[in-house]
């Protein structure tokens, strides 16, 4: 790679449905655009069953989306036949959250790292094994580890050997799922300081998706905040946290926890429930939980709009009103 910025991965139109009883569908993730470019994380916010991990398994392809397309390095993925996917595995890995169940617990470290070595870049034994031992010092562990099962390490150390995994093929892309949240409090910044300086050493990108908005603020760049399979907002994430301009952002930001003592927050509470993905309002989505609604709100699905320099929203109320901390 060289230094000059280009786009790694980029979504247009991505979307995902899953049939259910009477002809229905669950709408998952529904018209879905990003653009991340190399040594950036792009964050990826949102309340559980958003659709954040639906997006990072359509980008590669282990869930088939509906419609949309995606590019990594400027390839299409979507049009990429089931035998070509090796290739995409090159250029995108993933890191899943529980690495209990993303590592066989009959294999070693040696036979879970040297099986992508194997598969995808063709080593030797030899030059596999000096690749592995490469790895996992790379992520902070020691060759003695490379004997040791998955239940011999502790939480940590097993979520490093997945980084160790995903970093074995030399992608150009990591899909982080939630990779801290099932690790203690104590080990979390460990594993977070690794992937950043992972970052800086390999020029990475990151699309990141937590719903830890303290998480967002320290590791990420760019930031979209989902809600029922829909981006409403996005930018850059000093941006959106000082100036959050749809009533979802606002609601989440109001809602974390303040890391100063005495600090208090002006509180937005969205009513009610989040509709049923299978069948969402017409409009916006968060129309009947949002105290800002207007009647003209459920008419049709507002767009993204620019509110300032690559900052995004999907609220013309709060545009037209002016109505933003």
């Known amino acids: 790679m060289n230094g000059a910025p280009y786009t790694v991965l980029r979504t247009r139109g991505l979307a995902k449905q899953y049939p259910v009883a009477g002809g229905r569908r669950l709408v998952a993730v529904d018209g879905v655009d990003l653009a991340l470019d190399a040594g950036r994380t792009l964050a990826l916010v949102g309340e559980s069953g958003s659709g954040k991990s639906t997006i990072a398994r359509c980008v590669v392809r282990l869930v088939e989306p509906s419609a949309g397309e995606v590019w990594i390095n400027g390839r299409a993925v979507h049009a990429m036949g089931r035998g070509s996917l090796p290739e995409l595995y090159r250029e995108a890995q993933m890191v899943f959250q529980d690495p209990n169940g993303s590592l066989n617990p009959r294999m070693t470290v040696r036979q879970v ?13 030899e030059r596999r ?125 109001s809602a974390a926890p303040v890391p100063e003592w005495g600090v208090t927050r002006t509180r937005l509470r969205l009513a009610g429930e989040i509709p049923s993905p299978i069948d969402p309002p017409p409009g916006c989505r968060l129309v009947g939980r949002c105290p800002l609604a207007q009647p003209g709100c459920s008419a049709a699905r507002p767009p993204l709009v620019e509110v300032s320099p690559g900052h995004l929203s999907a609220c013309p109320v709060t545009l037209t009103a002016g109505d933003r901390p």
Not at 113 to 124: F, V
Not at 196 to 224: G, K, S, W
């Open 129 to 253: 094994e000096a690749r592995a031992r490469q790895l996992v010092e790379q992520v902070g562990l020691t060759p003695a580890h490379l004997d040791r099962y998955p239940h011999e390490l502790s939480g940590g150390q097993r979520q490093r050997i997945g980084i160790a995994r995903a970093l074995a093929v030399e992608p150009d892309l990591l899909i982080l799922d939630e990779p801290t949240s099932s690790l203690d409090v104590s080990v979390r910044g460990d594993i977070l300081a690794l992937l950043l300086r992972l970052q800086r050493e390999m020029r990475l990108a990151y699309l990141f998706i937590t719903h830890d908005l303290q998480v967002v603020r320290h590791v990420a760049d760019d930031v979209a905040v989902m809600y029922l399979g829909g981006i409403v907002e996005s930018g850059p994430v000093a941006e959106v946290f000082a100036r959050p301009a749809h009533p979802y952002t606002r609601a989440l930001l």
């Open 113 to 125: 790292l040297h099986e992508p070595l194997r598969l995808h870049l063709k080593l030797d034994r």
